[in-house]
């Protein structure tokens, strides 16, 4: 499958990871979706929680490095070269961890190829 055709949903784990050390694993996944070599999906629900795990103190206190201006031109970068769903409907209920179901609907709206998790 050529780089271009891969359509990957990124758990919040590894766009902290990512922004964090750009030169770890999940570094390497933001990189080859700015520069376009897969295709990020995001969705309003997924990009809120980016959004609100990133703003938590505890992550703040633990990556002091991620400041906030330098996190907003990132995920504002990611979202100019995903595509966006702003709404998606609820197909099923995933009582494991009710937190993922956004992440697996945008997966099944989007026809991702990849999903990339990293648990804690």
């Known amino acids: ?4 055709q891969y359509r990957i949903v990124l758990d919040t784990n590894i766009v902290i990871r990512g922004f964090v050390n750009r030169r770890s694993a999940s570094g390497e996944i933001l990189m080859a979706c700015e ?3 897969a295709i990020p ?7 809120d929680e980016y959004r609100s795990i990133i703003r938590r103190p505890a992550i703040v206190q633990r990556y002091p490095e991620l400041k906030r ?3 907003e031109v990132s995920l504002e970068r990611l979202l100019y070269v995903s595509d ?3 709404s998606i409907p609820r197909r099923f209920s995933f009582p494991r961890d009710p937190k993922d179901a956004p992440f697996l609907e945008l997966a099944i709206t989007g026809r991702a190829t990849h999903l990339y998790y990293r648990g804690q």
């Open 1 to 4: 499958m050529p780089p271009s």
């Open 35 to 37: 520069q376009r070599r």
């Open 41 to 47: 999906l995001l969705s309003k629900p997924v990009l």
């Open 69 to 71: 201006t330098e996190v």
């Open 84 to 86: 966006f769903y702003g």
